[in-house]
């Protein structure tokens, strides 16, 4: 497992150190089933800690972009 997906910014997951857009619409896009995430993206995306991606996850990165 990659030491920066389990130490890193909850939502990155491209691993760059930084929320984007391109975390943004890979989220929404494993939801909707046209993006498969590894296992390390997965556990990145998964703000809340709860073992899944779920609509929260998804809406806490797009409020953090939004500055919300």
Do not use: C, M, P
């Given at each position: ?11 990155d ?25 590894t ?10 800690g ?19």
């Amino acid at each position: 497992e990659n030491a920066f997906w389990s130490e890193g910014l909850k939502g990155d997951i491209d691993g760059d150190g930084k929320l984007s857009v391109y975390d943004y619409l890979n989220i929404k896009a494993h939801l909707t089933g046209g993006v498969s995430l590894t296992k390390e993206q997965i556990k990145a995306a998964d703000s809340d800690g709860n073992g899944k991606i779920t609509v929260a996850d998804y809406l806490s990165v797009k409020n953090i972009l939004l500055g919300r």
